[in-house]
């Protein structure tokens, strides 16, 4: 299936996993508008995002835990390509702390971007999808959705009320031909983590996610991949 012309927008799209995204889109063809918190990190992803031979590329910093700033992004894929097709929602925090340590507003700020934030933007595109007559949107969990840890909490939380969110978007909106994909995966080589991932060499690269998305959004319009989990093949033995 040709992606050629479609339109996305992907959230936490200035480095790591989103970036990755992003950079995979556009060379399907697709154009893709950039997103995350500062304009001047945007501003420098676009750039580079515009050495790509295919598609094309906008930007615009939003915070997804502010409504408004949402609101904003999804009009502006739409001002700036004329509709909106693809939503991934890829931007997300963590921290690690036993919940005694934990502070409200860390736990505040992992909900709100994590959980709170992929309703935001799903609120907004669902009906511009609809206007379109379908959509896709692919939602970045984690493995830490489906699998808890302590001194994860909250992220756990998030993630895992995330897992519950996916599965109950796709019952609603399949019928408007909107898919909906929600990735799982265990360790992803990026600066996430607070003390930064194990680049030893078995975690799996951002890329590898982003050939993922791809691979979803050119599955066969009659089936609907809901789940993926994606493990690394042979993570460190513990
Ligand atoms: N890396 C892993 O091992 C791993 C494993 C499983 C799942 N994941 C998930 O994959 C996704 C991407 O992770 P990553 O490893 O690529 O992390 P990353 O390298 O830290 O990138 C996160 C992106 O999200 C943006 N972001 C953070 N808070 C935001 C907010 N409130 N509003 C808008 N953008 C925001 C960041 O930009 P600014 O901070 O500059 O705004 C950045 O562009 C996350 O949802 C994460 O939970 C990661």
């Known amino acids: ?3 050629e012309g479609k339109v996305a927008v992907v959230t936490g799209s200035t480095r790591g996993i ?4 992003a950079l995979a889109l556009i060379d399907q ?3 893709v508008v950039i997103s995350s918190r500062r304009q001047h990190d945007v501003d420098r ?3 580079e995002c515009r050495r790509r031979e295919k598609g094309k590329v906008a930007g615009l910093a939003c915070d997804v835990r502010e409504y408004r700033q949402v609101q904003r992004l999804m009009d502006f894929a739409v001002r700036e390509f004329g509709g909106l097709d693809i939503l991934v929602n890829n931007a997300g925090v963590s921290t690690t702390a036993s919940v005694a340590d934990l502070k409200p507003e860390e736990w505040q700020e992992i909900i709100d971007t994590n959980l709170t934030g992929v309703f935001y933007c799903c609120h907004e595109a669902i009906p511009k999808m609809r206007s379109r007559g379908g959509g896709y949107i692919i939602n970045i969990g984690s493995l830490a959705g489906a699998n808890a840890h302590p001194t994860m909490a909250a992220y756990n ?3 895992f009320g995330l897992l519950g969110f996916s599965e109950a978007l796709f019952q609603e909106i399949r019928y408007d031909g909107i898919r909906v994909s929600h990735i799982m995966p265990g360790s992803v080589e990026t600066d996430f983590s607070a003390g930064g991932t194990d680049r030893s060499g078995w975690a799996i690269l951002p890329e590898h ?3 993922m998305v791809v691979y979803l959004l050119k599955s066969p319009p009659r089936t609907m991949s809901t789940r993926i ?3 690394p093949a042979k993570p460190r033995r513990r």
Do not use: F, P, T
């Open 1 to 3: 299936m040709s992606l």
């Open 18 to 21: 989103g970036r990755a995204i």
């Open 29 to 31: 063809g697709i154009a």
């Open 45 to 47: 992803a676009v750039k």
């Open 157 to 159: 939380a998030s993630k």
């Open 209 to 211: 996610i982003a050939d």
């Open 229 to 231: 989990e994606m493990r």
